[in-house]
Structure formats: structure tokens, C-alpha cells
């Protein structure tokens, strides 16, 4: 795991842009793994800016999201295939039908959640973008999450509903269930990117980065994996007690090797 403190939020979502660009501009037919919520939106709004600025065409990516609320009309707001296009897929030339969700509008979950699984699998994704709640999650598995579960249903903790609740207007609009990619899934991806950034995020990134791998810290489980890097603001470093040698690692970073 690789631990990149950077001064600001905007830094970040620089970097991470950067990453995102790289992928797309040197694969043929690269596959992007998508987060919603707050923490990917200016590395979305950087991509969005360099489609119209430099024509970083995406015309050959696929995307997958991460998770999907259960329970949500197909067009409403906060549904996270709409929320994706919104904030990302509807500015860039990705075609629509390259952008693959859980389809949660189907009798048979359990299904939907297997075919799924197949379809990233399948597909590989080469970039996966990631945020961290709260509770430690990643995607939407919640604490005691297998670290090796694949595309399922979940039950979102109450923390994590009073977390999304900015994002509904009460707690009692948030759904309760969701389907999200497993770990075991997420960690399929080639190179995983973790975006954190601000206060709130310094304790479930010291837990992550610093602490045991567990299932009570499903992001935890980024340690495992052979290329994760964790890009963070001064704000959500302040918990890690290692921060002096990632800065000083990350100074001395041979030119010939990128993040
Ligand atoms: C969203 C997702 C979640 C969020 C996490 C952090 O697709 O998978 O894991 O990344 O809840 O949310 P924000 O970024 O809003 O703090």
C-alpha cells in the first residue's frame, strides 16, 4: 500500500485524475470501477476538464459502479447510477451502454447480484476509485463483511445512513439496503485508488492504513493488495503515525516508477 499525503483536497483530485488519464490514454479498451459520494467528485470534475480541454476521450472505456441503494425509483436523485451520470459519464464521451450498475430493479436479487459479479469479473477492471465511510466500509461493505465476498446484498449501518442522510434530507429517506460489490470483488481490480480527504476521514484511514486487517475495518483489507494507493489531504492524515516516512517515500519516489 502506498500512502500519498498531499497538501489539499484539490491535489488530490489531481492526482487521482492523473491516474484516471493515464489508464485511459494508454489502453486501447480500459474498464474504470466508479465510486459515488463526496470524495470522487472534483477528480470527476478534473476529468470532465480535461475532455473538453485536452479531448481525453473515453470513447473506449467501460465504467462499473460500485454499489447501488435497493428500494430507489430508477430516476431518482440520489440513485447511484444517476448520481454517476450525472456527475461524470453524461459530460464525457463514454458511451452510455459501456456504464455497467447492479440492476436492483429485478425480483430476484441474489441473481442480479451473481450476474453482476460476472460482468466485472469479466470485464477487469484496470482503475478502481474508491472512498471510505466512517465505520471503515468500502463499497458498501459494512463492518463484519467477508473479507473475500463478492456482488451482494447488504444492510447499511445506522451510521452510514445518518452519514447519507445530507444527501436525502432525513435518515428515514436513506435506504436501507444496498447491492455492492463484494472485497473480494473490489480487490479483483488491478490498481485500487483511495480518495480521503478532510477531518473526518483521519480515523478510519488510520485504521485502514495503520491498523489490523479485519473485517471490523472492511477497508482494511487494502493492505492485502499488491498495488493500492491511498491519496489523502493533510486533514485525513493527521491519524497516521507513520506520515513522516510515507511524505519522505513518496519525495524520494524513483522518477521511473508511477503511482
Ligand atoms: C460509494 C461508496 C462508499 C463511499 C463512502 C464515502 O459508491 O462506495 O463507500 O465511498 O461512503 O462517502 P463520501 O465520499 O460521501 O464520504
Given at each position: 500500500m502506498e500512502v500519498v499525503i498531499l497538501p489539499s483536497a484539490d491535489r488530490v483530485a489531481d492526482v487521482a485524475a492523473d491516474i484516471v488519464a493515464r489508464l485511459v490514454a494508454g489502453r486501447s479498451r480500459p474498464t474504470i470501477g466508479l465510486a459515488t459520494g463526496s470524495s470522487p467528485l472534483a477528480t470527476y470534475a478534473r476529468l470532465i476538464e480535461r475532455y473538453q480541454r485536452?479531448?481525453?476521450?473515453?470513447?473506449g472505456a467501460a465504467a462499473v459502479t460500485l454499489d447501488e441503494y435497493v428500494g430507489?425509483?430508477?430516476?431518482?436523485?440520489?440513485?447511484y447510477r444517476a448520481v454517476i451520470r450525472r456527475e461524470f459519464v453524461d459530460h464525457v464521451?463514454?458511451?452510455?451502454?459501456a456504464l455497467h450498475s447492479p440492476d436492483?430493479?429485478?425480483?430476484d436479487l441474489a441473481c442480479a447480484c451473481d450476474r453482476y459479479d460476472r460482468t466485472v469479473t469479466g470485464l477487469g477492471v484496470d482503475v478502481q476509485l474508491l472512498g471510505i465511510g466512517?465505520?471503515?466500509?468500502?463499497?458498501?461493505?459494512?463492518?463484519?463483511?467477508?473479507?473475500t465476498s463478492r456482488t451482494r446484498v447488504k444492510t447499511l449501518t445506522t451510521r452510514t445512513r445518518q452519514d447519507n442522510a445530507r444527501f436525502f434530507?432525513?435518515?428515514?429517506?436513506?435506504?436501507r439496503h444496498v447491492v455492492t460489490q463484494g472485497l473480494g470483488t473490489i480487490c479483483d481490480a488491478g490498481h485500487l485508488v483511495m480518495i480521503a480527504t478532510g477531518s473526518t476521514k483521519a480515523d478510519p484511514i488510520a485504521a485502514m492504513v495503520e491498523?489490523?486487517?479485519a473485517a471490523a475495518c472492511p477497508?482494511?483489507?487494502?493492505?492485502?493488495?499488491?498495488h493500492a494507493t491511498v491519496l489523502v489531504d493533510e486533514a485525513a492524515a493527521?491519524?497516521?503515525?507513520?506520515a513522516d516516512y510515507y511524505r519522505e517515500a513518496h519525495r524520494h519516489k524513483p522518477g521511473w516508477q508511477p503511482l
Open positions: 485536452e479531448k481525453l476521450s473515453f470513447a430507489l425509483p430508477e430516476d431518482h436523485p440520489e440513485a464521451d463514454l458511451p452510455l451502454d436492483v430493479h429485478t425480483d466512517s465505520d471503515g466500509h468500502v463499497g458498501f461493505n459494512e463492518p463484519g463483511s467477508s473479507l434530507g432525513t435518515v428515514d429517506d436513506v435506504p491498523g489490523p486487517v477497508a482494511s483489507v487494502l493492505q492485502f493488495h499488491r493527521v491519524g497516521l503515525r507513520l
